[in-house]
Nanobody, 123 residues
């Protein structure tokens, strides 16, 4: 079993920055992709960003391109999401997810999910 624990959420003013972390523990795999999703109240969960095992491949949702950066430190089993130029519409619970192997395509289920961390951006 794998546990994913997110941290770094909080309240920030519009235009500010936050860095989220997601630490994986428990059973380990040789290679796995990591992603961030978010879910705002009353809305479906949206994909935000993903990163391959090597870190050489990253993909972002259009609404965060140029503002958010995903990265990882495999020695620490941790993935990060640097969020800059935050907007009120970025307010949501942010979840990290792990998929064994390569970055999955749309609709492919992830193997493990964290419990989420709240990000609130005030105007």
């Amino acid at each position: 079993q794998v546990q994913l624990v997110e941290s770094g959420g909080g309240l920030v003013q519009a235009g500010g920055s936050l860095r989220l972390s997601c630490a994986a523990s428990g059973r380990t795999f040789s290679r796995y992709a990591m992603s961030w999703f978010r879910q705002a109240p009353g809305k479906v969960r949206d994909f935000v960003a993903t990163i391959s095992w090597s870190g050489g491949s990253t993909y972002y949702a259009d609404f965060v391109k140029g503002r958010f950066t995903i990265s990882r430190d495999n020695a620490k089993n941790t993935v990060y999401l640097q969020m800059n130029s935050l907007k009120p519409e970025d307010t949501a619970v942010y979840y990290c997810a792990l998929r064994r192997g390569a970055i999955p395509g749309p609709g492919i289920p992830y193997d493990y999910w964290g419990q989420g961390t709240q990000v609130t951006v005030s105007s």
